[in-house]
């Protein structure tokens, strides 16, 4: 996870922190930026680098909240310090 903004760690780490053992989550963006503390365009700019790193899938909802799905990257998938006890 090279050459990442600090804002886009962030949001990542935030999703993968609520997200299910597939990966999946459902967060609203009033959510990430009570959490975070980001601005909504900082939001949409963060997922938007995310999905273009393939870090990041995009689900759409018409509901309140979106529904991603983490990507963790497959050098990481094997070191144990990186996936969910």
């Known amino acids: 996870m090279q050459d990442i903004k600090p804002s886009v760690l962030k949001l990542w780490l935030l999703m993968y922190s609520l997200s299910d053992d597939s990966g999946a989550v459902s967060i609203s ?6 959490s975070t503390g980001m601005a909504r365009t900082t ?21 309140i909240s979106s529904e991603y799905k983490i990507i963790i990257p497959a ?3 094997q070191d144990k310090r990186y996936t969910k006890q």
């Open 43 to 63: 939001i949409s700019r963060a997922i938007k680098e995310l999905v273009d790193k393939e870090l990041l899938e995009i689900k759409p909802n018409r509901g």
């Open 75 to 77: 050098e990481y998938k």
């Open 29 to 34: 963006y009033s959510h990430i930026t009570e």
